[in-house]
């Protein structure tokens, strides 16, 4: 499955963006799907996640409050909400499907490229 990315841009402290993550090539509608971040200088982080039926989410800490995971299986397509942006949310994002090996564990096993997300103060 491949995996498109979308809707990055250029916001000012506060404002809100929402990205998008389309599947192609076949349906991701049975797997988890998240959205990960990569700052300048800094190692991928975890975002948030939710299950392939959307009902359960996941959020790191960082994050929570703010963002918002949601799909629509119907598109084919994960959403991800991001409400009173912050300079610390500039990264690209990234958004990866997988397979739950546990109750709680996800393996990654597609990624998207990323989309550039910057949040001036």
């Known amino acids: 499955v491949q995996l498109q990315a979308s809707g990055g841009g250029l916001v000012q402290a506060g404002g809100s963006l929402r990205l998008s993550c389309v599947a192609s090539?076949?349906?991701?509608?049975?797997?988890?799907v998240g959205w990960f971040r990569q700052a300048p200088g800094k190692e991928r982080e975890f975002v948030a996640s939710v299950s392939w039926n959307g009902g359960s989410t996941t959020y790191a800490d960082s994050v929570k409050g703010r963002f918002t995971i949601s799909r629509d299986r119907a598109k084919n397509t994960v959403y991800l909400q991001m409400k009173s942006l912050r300079p610390e949310d500039t990264a690209v994002y990234y958004c990866?499907?997988?397979?739950?090996?546990?109750?709680?564990?996800?393996?990654?096993?597609?990624w998207g490229q990323g989309t550039l997300v910057t949040v001036s103060s």
């Open positions: 090539g076949r349906t991701f509608s049975n797997n988890a």
């Open positions: 990866a499907a997988g397979d739950y090996v546990d109750s709680v564990r996800i393996s990654w096993k597609y």
